[in-house]
């Protein structure tokens, strides 16, 4: 019997149709995927499934028992666990207080914070967590902290385990763990929903694949059988041919950005050269240094280096404005946190980069703006209403709105962090065209990448982080997964046999 | 990703007829008008004029209110650089400018670093807003007490007093000055790059800061103009009121900031606009012209006013959870 269904549910939002007559069956001791793009209406039909939005129409079933208005209270009593895409953890407290938060075990009313620590203790060691469990949440990386979220769900004990995009923040060891752990728990009968955008990995791990497609199911059926590219075909409708394009390494490349002995953060004795007309990758496992390098260099963490060039300068910049006007710009990975002001309007977004380099007092001229932006939406496909919140746009959209922004400023050197993650494969293609298009029209592009395959198909030349320092520079005819993995984890890349 | 999608913000008519502004103006107009039928004297010209007259005061402060507060800070030394200023003025007098012209200047100076000191300490030093503006409150009441201790001082600036009591073309000169800062701010704020660099500070100082945003010299400059309008309502006071004295500032405090929220500007930073602290502003004064009239002592009077301020705060709207 399915622990866990939705028949035929529908929600609209302001009227506009998100899910249509979706079902889902979840049964104990299966992990099931379920695939589709962004706005396919995965997070819709997830908060349908835990209780946190009511559906418009259709059943929820727990146990075969249809249930007319579940509430999250109710899903929790049912065993339904979520593990959330967007973090839902708390800074300031520690991971055996998260893990706990609102499951507090009792005694005599105040917290038993001895119980709480076992319990705790005992997921922690399931998902590899060997933090001091007082460690607050805040100090840790994002991969760690995407862990203590998967340990909190866990500590409920849950019958039914949804999963939005566990793995776009971890570590190929991490995500090793997590496929380990959901293994298990699929022994022990526990439903698992497992919703991801690498399709590798699903077709590694899961048994049974509901595919969405603009609020409509496409696919429901057991994956043996399926191949990668007939499910991203049901996911775009559409062949999706090559994901990455095919591109034309920079001939004649001069160096625009180059450091030696730069130190910030974690980083050490780093030497780095960035040359006009490239791509490079920065990889290694999360929370190697990737993020205080990018940073650094932007002027936006304090940094130091033996010598530095960067354009016409002879210094590193020491804050943001510098570093834009030595042509230096930042595309943050936490685009709603770090990269877009969400209540403004895409085009005041769009604009902001412009508005902090003109004479402050200058007089804006809101025709000349909505021209420039309309151009920028036209040229990144960014699609609505300029005058619209930035906010209701979907992730892959936003991404193309904090990559936009900086087009007006002609930047030499493009630093991205992680531009891809938790974007749908339409929109991440499209990111690479546009990366190589910037690379083709000699800007100097770094990428900052937890996607492998994204460093091996797109990058001229590929720098690994491993504990703050440069543990391999691999060049083009070198780059393989293979050698940049080995590199990140510190074993010699096995050569092939003479 | 949240599918869901906001409203449309179009400019239509009926956005317009929803504005915050708008509304507070609405708010306004009805409270004198139901007022002007029933309570006599109150519909005439010369008293309505006395009530912007008045209003002019808090609108001067709450311009710079409404500056920091729309960078997501809080000044709360307004009422204590009010005070400074008015019985400083007298203070800076020189013989050899009888137009008095140069005691406003360096009174505005005065003021304006005041201001200066206090984003600096906000942006250098990261002391938070309310700490920073609060210890510099306390700092210059007691400054006031070493230097005024407790008389009043009488002004004799000849230009304070003309913009105090001058009616040019029947209007009164504080009037104009609060109508040509209106319109100062409202084009900062709404027509210049160093606006937009405001707004973006309050809503996401964070991603201003990763989009190239100068937050420091931002920061400084929001609570130096902040101090600056501070002091020019003191001048302002000084010239209307005829004499300075220690606590002449203290009822701007409250008023400023409510006045910005009452205008529809997110006391979080990142929205809103001047358009609506003017209404607010013409608001509270109403509302103290209407408790005034009631045969009550003045502690009492003083209860009356704070309870309706929190009404009129909750009546017009909690803020919006934010995510």
Not at chain 1, 407 to 414: E, K, N, R
Not at chain 2, 240 to 264: E, F, H
């Amino acid at each position: 019997m399915p622990l866990l269904a939705a028949r035929d549910v529908s929600k609209a939002f302001f009227g506009n149709p998100v899910l249509r007559g979706v079902s889902i069956v979840l049964m104990p001791g299966r992990i099931h995927a379920l695939l589709g793009e962004n706005g396919a209406g995965k997070s819709t039909l997830i908060n349908l499934l835990s209780g946190a939005l009511p559906a418009d129409g259709g059943a929820i079933e727990i146990n075969g028992k249809a249930i007319a208005h579940m509430s999250p209270g109710e899903a929790q009593k049912a065993g339904i666990a979520v593990v959330q895409q967007e973090l839902s953890l708390t800074g300031s407290l520690s991971i055996a207080e998260n893990i706990g938060l609102g499951a507090y075990p009792r005694r005599f009313g105040l917290i038993d914070y001895p119980a709480l620590a076992a319990g705790a203790k005992a997921v922690c060691e399931r998902v590899g967590l060997n933090e001091p469990l007082s460690t607050p949440v805040g100090q840790l990386s994002l991969g760690r902290r995407q862990m203590v979220e998967i340990a909190k769900a866990l500590y409920r004990e849950p019958r039914v385990l949804i999963l939005d995009e566990p793995t776009s923040s971890l570590s190929a060891a991490e995500t090793k763990t997590l496929i380990g752990l959901l293994g298990e728990l699929r022994r022990d009968g526990v439903a698992i929903l497992y919703i991801s955008h690498r399709l590798n990995e699903v077709m590694a791990i899961a048994e049974h694949v509901t595919v969405l497609k603009d609020g409509v199911r496409t696919a429901d059926q057991p994956l043996a059988g399926t191949d990668a590219a007939g499910l991203v075909r049901l996911m775009v409708g559409r062949d999706p041919g090559d994901l990455f394009p095919h591109w034309q390494p920079a001939t004649e490349r001069t160096a625009v950005l180059t450091v030696t002995g730069f130190s910030a953060g974690m980083v050490r004795g780093v030497d780095l050269t960035v040359k006009a007309g490239e791509v490079l990758g920065i990889g290694g496992l999360v929370g190697q240094g990737q993020e205080e390098l990018l940073l650094g260099l932007y002027g936006a963490l304090p940094a130091k280096a033996a010598s530095a060039t960067v354009g016409d300068a002879r210094e590193l910049p020491r804050n943001v404005p510098k570093a834009n006007a030595a042509g230096i710009a930042y595309i943050p990975a936490d685009r709603k946190r770090e990269g877009l002001h969400l209540i403004h309007s895409i085009l005041t977004n769009i604009m902001l980069p412009t508005f902090s380099r003109v004479p402050a007092l200058k007089p804006r001229s809101r025709s000349s703006e909505r021209r420039t932006a309309e151009q920028l939406a036209r040229r990144f496909t960014i699609k609505g209403d300029l005058a619209r919140p930035a906010q209701a746009l979907s992730g892959g959209n936003q991404q193309k709105v904090a990559l936009a922004k900086w087009m007006p400023q002609d930047p030499a050197v493009l630093l991205l962090n992680d531009p891809t993650r938790g974007v749908d494969v339409e929109t991440k293609r499209e990111i690479y065209i546009m990366l190589r298009d910037l690379a083709a029209a000699g800007k100097a592009v770094v990428l900052l990448s937890s996607d492998t395959p994204e460093l091996v198909h797109l990058c001229d030349r590929v720098v690994v982080l491993r504990e703050g320092r440069i543990s391999a520079l691999i060049e083009r005819q070198d780059l393989s997964e293979e050698a940049i993995v080995s590199a990140a984890v510190g074993v010699e890349p096995q050569k092939a046999a003479a | 990703m949240n599918e869901a999608a906001g409203a449309k913000p179009t400019r239509s008519l009926g956005s317009i007829l929803r504005s915050r502004p708008f509304l507070a103006f609405a708010v306004v107009a009805l409270v004198w008008i139901v007022a002007g039928f029933t309570m006599r004297g109150f519909g005439a010209y010369g008293h309505l004029r006395y009530l912007i007259e008045l209003s002019a005061v808090i609108g001067l402060v709450a311009a710079g209110q409404t500056f920091v507060v729309v960078t997501g800070g809080i000044d709360l030394s307004v009422g204590a650089i009010i005070t400074v200023s008015a019985v400083g003025l007298p203070l800076f007098t020189w013989q050899a400018d009888p137009t008095g012209l140069s005691a406003i200047v360096a009174t505005l100076a005065m003021a304006s670093a005041i201001g200066l000191v206090n984003g600096a300490g906000v942006a250098f030093l990261r002391v938070h807003p309310m700490i920073m503006t609060l210890a510099m409150a306390t700092f210059l009441q007691g400054l006031l007490i070493i230097i005024a201790g407790g008389s009043a001082v009488s002004v004799q600036n000849e230009l304070v007093q003309w913009l105090g009591n001058a009616r040019p073309a029947g209007i009164p000169a504080g009037i104009l000055l609060w109508l040509v800062i209106s319109a100062a701010t409202l084009w900062v704020m709404h027509a210049t790059p160093f606006g937009a660099r405001l707004f973006a500070l309050g809503a996401n100082p964070i991603a201003a800061q990763l989009s190239g945003v100068p937050v420091i010299a931002t920061t400084i400059a929001v609570y130096a103009v902040c101090g600056f309008t501070s002091g020019l309502a003191g001048v302002l006071l000084l010239g209307m009121n005829g004499q300075g004295y220690v606590g002449i500032g203290d009822p701007y405090l409250l008023t400023s900031i409510a006045a910005v929220v009452l205008g529809g500007t997110s006391i979080l930073g990142g929205s809103g606009t001047y358009a609506g602290t003017i209404p607010g502003a013409i608001l509270l004064v109403t509302i103290t012209a209407l408790i005034t009239v009631v045969n009550a002592s003045p502690g009492w009077r003083s209860i009356l006013f704070g309870a309706l301020i929190l009404a009129l705060l909750l009546l017009s709207g909690r803020e919006a959870a934010r995510r």
